[in-house]
């Protein structure tokens, strides 16, 4: 067997001892490479189109990440090719408790606590009702289905809203975007989890923003360019929106100039809500290798006309 690795990320170096570990007999080649024709398996985060284009016979490709807006080009690689996301992996419990947090925050209105600290104004604020404090989650898979159990005890009512029809105890679940203006309508906190396709860039616009109730709160931890960045600007501007934590943006990094840095309004991460951890990555794709050697079907797989 031949494992080919690529990483454009900064720890390259963790990466590549984590997978000799997990392959001690196998040969392991970096890119470019002058057998990336003979691989039959590739490890690969934003690889160039290039790389994936020099990968005649590979079996698989895995992608160091759950997203694949990673990957350039999905419809450039050979239909018999899978394509393979990391699930979970140990991020799920990382988004879990980042979304808690920022949810919690925003109910229990720390940071309308912390502007009256700083103008030592003792005041205590009314309890807002949390019958009333709907909590809705964009995309209900393995990171939505995490941030849905996690969020569940505090007792939110919860909706969430998917491509295909789901069943989730607890969760009043919507689908397609012919459902999507009702699910917005009544959400008091809005958490985006959709991965980033064609079907999904720009969805959060000024139209789709502006059906959320007077006050709504957003979060965005999956991708950046789900969002029009101008009209979530706009909208917190005139008060349509009370605020949003992100940890995703269009470019990355963040451009010193943007105006999301310094907004009274907007919490921001540098895409740390879920990082991709090594050891439990390595392993999860090391099984899923072992399983096809044997044979056997695997998850995670892309589906190439969903883009996700
Ligand atoms: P999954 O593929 O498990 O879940 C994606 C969900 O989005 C599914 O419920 C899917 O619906 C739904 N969805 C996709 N397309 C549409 C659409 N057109 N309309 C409605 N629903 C749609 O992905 P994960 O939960 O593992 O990850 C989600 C994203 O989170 C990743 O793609 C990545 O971009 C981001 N991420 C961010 C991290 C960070 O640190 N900020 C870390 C890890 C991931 P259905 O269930 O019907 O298929
Ligand atoms: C991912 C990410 O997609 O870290 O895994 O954003």
Known sequence: MRLLFYTAGENAASWL???????????????????????????????????????????AIFNLGAGVDSVPDLSALPRNVRLVRLEDAGMADQMAEYVCHAVLRRY?????????????????????????????????????????????????????????QKLSAGVETSTGFSELDDFLAGVRVLVCLLPLTSQTQGLLDRARLSR????????????????????????????????????????????????????????????VSAVTLVEESVAQIAAKIHRLEAGLPIT???????GY
């Open 17 to 59: 001892e984590a997978v000799r570990r997990a392959f001690p007999d196998v040969r392991i080649d970096g890119w470019p490479s002058t057998f990336a024709s003979e691989a039959d398996y590739a490890l690969v985060w934003q690889p160039p189109v290039e790389l994936l284009r020099s990968l005649a016979r590979v079996k």
């Open 108 to 164: 229990r209105e720390f940071d309308a606590y912390a502007e009256q600290q700083r103008l030592a104004e003792w005041r205590q604020r009314p309890r807002l009702r949390k019958s009333k404090f709907t909590v809705g989650i964009l995309g209900l898979g393995v990171l939505g289905t995490a941030v849905a159990t996690a969020l569940a005890p505090f007792g939110f009512p919860l909706r969430a809203w998917s491509r295909t």
């Open 212 to 271: 959320l109730p007077r006050g709504a709160y957003l979060v965005n931890v999956s991708r950046g360019a789900l969002i029009v960045d101008d009209d979530l600007l706009g909208l917190l501007d005139d008060d349509q929106l009370a605020g949003a934590t992100l940890d995703v943006f269009r470019d990355e990094p963040l451009p010193p100039e943007h105006r999301f840095w310094h907004h009274p309004r907007v919490t921001l991460t540098p895409h």
């Open 300 to 306: 995670g797989v892309v589906g190439r006309e969903h």
